[in-house]
């Protein structure tokens, strides 16, 4: 068939508990947009389109060959569209951090709905709220009733809601490697199997690396980025910098360490981790100068924050998933 005949392939982006980074990153393929556009439709967008749920919803099932949702499952409208588009599309990829991992929303099953509530409701300093009004799922007010989505308890992945069959890692993804997933799709290339991680790498950020790592315990106090003055050469981990590179999948082309910054994981654990607070212990184990147990204690203590450095990106979908609060 002459290449003009090929129909386009059907296109849609979506985003559940997001910033909005990962939407600004499809437009980061700058004038490949041109690529994007001659190949594929964009069915549904709402960041740039206004087409409508209801639109969706009148779709053929699979009408959509692609839909790259970013976002993490927050509340019950992010899970009513992760369904929807599940059932509208062919392929349906976890794009980025937060519907992959869970992402910085995640952060938030450091804490329950009820904390959450308490917090922006009623204590936050720049709170005014005497009557101690919370959000409803439904209000009646004369005209009818007005409706909310139900905000969850958990954050949620996306794959703990609907199967999901690629997963395109960081927050936000490489835009060069989103152009690599799209074009490999739009030119049917072989596709690896179904639940893998495409645009990255199987190894660790580490194994990429160029900063110089001796395999000594150099290690008395661990710093937070600031504190040190970095030389530029040697890895973050052995002069005390937390650095997520042990526990990452490399595919960013280490775009933090290149800028003088540790990783904070955002590409998520690489293949054989299971959990990556857990590889972080044991990679922080083998820094520290000391022998001696009380010394030891010391030196993991100034690690500020261990539980929200190591899970930064990954908590909803890792072995700890949350915090368990118990209200009296
Ligand atoms: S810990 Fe960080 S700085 Fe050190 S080698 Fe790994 S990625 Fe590079
Ligand atoms: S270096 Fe780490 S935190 Fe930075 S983009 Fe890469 S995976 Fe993400």
């Not at 970013?70 to 951090?97: C, D, F, P, Q």
Request: with cysteine; charged share 25%.
């Amino acid at each position: 068939m002459d290449k003009q005949d090929k129909p386009k392939l059907k296109l849609a982006v979506y985003w559940g508990a997001a910033c909005g980074g990962c939407c600004v990153s499809v437009l980061d393929v700058h004038e490949k947009l041109f690529d994007v556009v001659a190949a594929a439709d964009l069915v549904f967008w709402p960041i740039a389109l206004d087409i409508k749920y209801s639109d969706v919803e009148a779709m053929d099932d699979e009408h959509i060959d692609v839909t790259l949702f970013n976002g993490a499952i927050r509340n019950s409208e992010n899970e009513h569209m992760a369904k929807l588009l599940r059932k509208k599309t062919k392929i349906l990829v976890a794009y980025g951090s937060c519907s992959h991992l869970g992402g910085i929303p995640g952060l938030a099953n450091f804490s329950d709905r009820e904390e959450i509530f308490d917090r922006v409701y009623h204590k936050s300093e720049s709170t005014v709220n005497p009557e101690g009004t919370i959000p409803l799922t439904e209000h009646n007010v004369p005209e009818g009733t007005l409706a909310l989505p139900k905000f969850y308890n958990d954050v949620l992945t996306l794959d703990q809601v609907v199967v999901v069959d690629y997963y395109l890692p960081g927050c936000p993804p490489q835009t060069e490697r989103l152009l690599e997933v799209f074009m490999a799709i739009v030119t049917n290339a072989e596709l690896p199997p179904k639940g893998s991680v495409i645009g990255a790498s199987n190894k660790s950020q580490c194994d990429e690396c160029d900063r110089i790592k001796t395999d000594k315990k150099t290690v008395k106090r661990f710093f937070r980025p600031w504190e040190i003055e970095d030389d530029g050469k040697t890895c973050l981990l052995e002069q005390g910098v937390i650095c997520m590179g042990p526990a990452t999948r490399s595919g960013c082309g280490y775009r933090c360490i290149k800028g003088n910054a540790p990783c904070r994981g955002c590409y998520g654990p690489h293949e054989g981790i299971i959990d990556p607070g857990a590889k972080m212990m044991s990679s922080i184990a083998t820094m520290i100068d000391s022998n001696d147990p009380a010394e030891i204690e010391r030196i993991v203590e100034s690690i500020e924050d261990p539980a929200g450095t190591f899970y930064r990106f990954s908590l909803p979908s890792a072995i700890l998933r949350r915090k368990l609060i118990i209200h009296n």
